[in-house]
């Protein structure tokens, strides 16, 4: 099928670059000419493991394109994806108006039959404005099916995610529509490809057919919403659980793995530590809040959510404070920067709320992250010492302080570490170790929910926010 993605976000580019590798030809469209530029050089604005061989494969191949001309690609395509930024507005609510723009454009530019598809997060009833706009400014006796298809791409793993998903939700008025989005992920859902993570035929990865799911584009845009927030309150039960280990003196990863076990509630999302951050997870969560609000539901268990998320930075703050007594004119190593590993993107990135609320003690902080630091330099205060190498962060340090779990970082050397350290204690924000671990290695630990540092008090004293 001949595709038109408008927005070259981490979404649209993601997703463009995945549908040209099964086969459609592809047409990226940007506002933003510099980067539209950068991509026809093969330079890509995101680091997403295996995206870049896919996107210069793809282009070689003549199936993936990057334009400015976006006009010339919405009359070209059969099929166009909208997949422009919702940022959040001050009140939480969705900003919709890039959406708005691009499917005024699309009205006016297009001709013939188009099925017009909703990738970017909106608020309910979002593709019953898009419909009525198409229709208001429609020239050229062009036809509109809309179709909302959310996507459930995680930053880091969103190759992966996008060969081998869970369900795909397709929500569309018409059996024609729903055939034409059979038809364009039928690869996906047959198995028909080769996996570009892995280099091997679908059959061979771990790939399982996902469930296809049709309902009415209200439900699927209410899905996504629903399907991130709930993953949140997983993650804040997960720390509210390991809150109430430690006041308890237990160990809340046994804790959470126990309640795991239960395949009703499965093991995933359960992982304490410092909590969400990112670009999708708080905004979602505030636009679904606006979202119920505006249906005249008062969603107070979501508000909860984020009480319980917002403290997690001060708890691990009160907690170094606490293990070093006096945080101003100590060196600290910090280990992470990016919101998850896997990524560059410090979005809301709970490490870098710790970085920003650590620096208002004058104090020194030596940072590395593998592929986070460009991002971070951008945004921290030029104090801030840049590490070549993640053992550079222990030089002369009293605490290293590990803010995101990069698998790399357990593979330490950690006894060298604790050499260069001046005071050998590990405060773990991601839970990236088991207690008794780093003790071994003669280090003072302390994670979240897995008791509190030794010598200081005594297992049973709360740290609360
Ligand atoms: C998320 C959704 O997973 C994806 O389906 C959606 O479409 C986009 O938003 P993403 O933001 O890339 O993806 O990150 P995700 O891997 O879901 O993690 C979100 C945050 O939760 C991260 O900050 C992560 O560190 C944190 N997290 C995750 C926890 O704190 N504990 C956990 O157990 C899991």
Request: one cysteine or more.
């Amino acid at each position: 099928m001949e595709l038109c993605i408008i927005g070259a976000g981490y979404v649209g580019l993601t997703t463009g670059a995945c549908l040209s590798e099964i086969g459609h030809h592809v047409a990226v469209t940007d506002c933003d000419a510099a980067k539209i530029a950068d991509l026809e050089r093969g330079r890509l604005p995101i680091y997403e493991e295996f995206l870049q061989p896919l996107v210069e494969g793809n282009q070689a191949a003549g199936r993936l394109r990057f334009t400015t001309e976006a006009p010339a690609a919405i009359a070209a395509a059969e099929a166009i994806f909208v997949c422009v930024g919702t940022p959040p507005d001050r009140d939480g609510k969705a900003n919709l108006a890039a959406v708005e723009r691009v499917t005024r454009q699309i009205a006016e530019c297009a001709a013939g039959h188009k099925l017009i598809i909703g990738k970017s997060t909106v608020p309910a009833r979002t593709a019953e404005h898009i419909r009525r706009t198409l229709d208001t400014f429609a020239r050229n006796r062009a036809s509109f099916e809309v179709v909302s298809n959310p996507e459930f791409l995680r930053e880091g793993t969103g190759v992966y995610d996008f060969f081998h998903p869970d369900r795909i939700v397709v929500g569309c008025d018409t059996a024609a529509a729903a055939a034409r989005m059979r038809e364009l992920y039928r690869p996906v859902l047959e198995g028909l490809f080769q996996c570009p993570c892995h280099a091997r035929p679908a059959a061979d990865c771990g790939w399982h057919a996902p469930a296809w799911m049709e309902t009415s584009t209200t439900s699927a845009e209410l899905i996504k919403h629903a399907a991130n927030s709930f993953l949140s309150l997983k993650i804040s039960y997960a720390n509210a659980i390991a809150d109430i280990c430690e006041l308890a003196g237990a160990d809340a990863l046994a804790v959470l793995r126990g309640i795991g076990l239960d395949r009703r509630i499965g093991e995933a999302f359960l992982r304490p530590g410092l909590g969400f951050g990112g670009f999708c997870f708080p905004k979602d969560l505030s636009a679904f809040l606006e979202i119920a609000a505006e249906l005249g539901y008062d969603f107070r268990l979501l508000r909860e959510v984020q009480a319980i998320n917002a403290e997690r930075v001060a708890l691990f703050v009160r907690k170094l404070r606490e293990s070093l007594w006096v945080l101003e004119d100590k060196t600290l190593g910090v280990l992470g920067l990016a919101f998850k590993p896997g990524t560059d993107d410090t979005r809301l990135s709970p490490a870098m709320a710790v970085a920003h609320e650590l620096l208002k003690h004058k104090l020194r902080l030596q940072v590395y992250d593998p592929k986070a630091m460009e991002r971070a330099r951008a945004e921290l205060p030029p104090e801030v010492v840049y590490c070549g190498h993640p053992e550079a962060v222990a030089e002369g340090a009293e605490a290293v302080l590990i803010l995101t779990e990069w698998p790399e970082f357990r593979a330490l050397d950690w006894t060298a570490m604790k050499a260069r350290m001046l005071r050998p204690l590990v405060l773990d924000g991601r839970n990236l170790f088991r207690a008794g671990e780093l003790e071994a290695l003669g280090f003072e630990y302390a994670a979240l929910g897995q008791g509190v540092v030794a010598h200081t008090t005594s297992a049973a004293a709360p740290v609360t926010s």
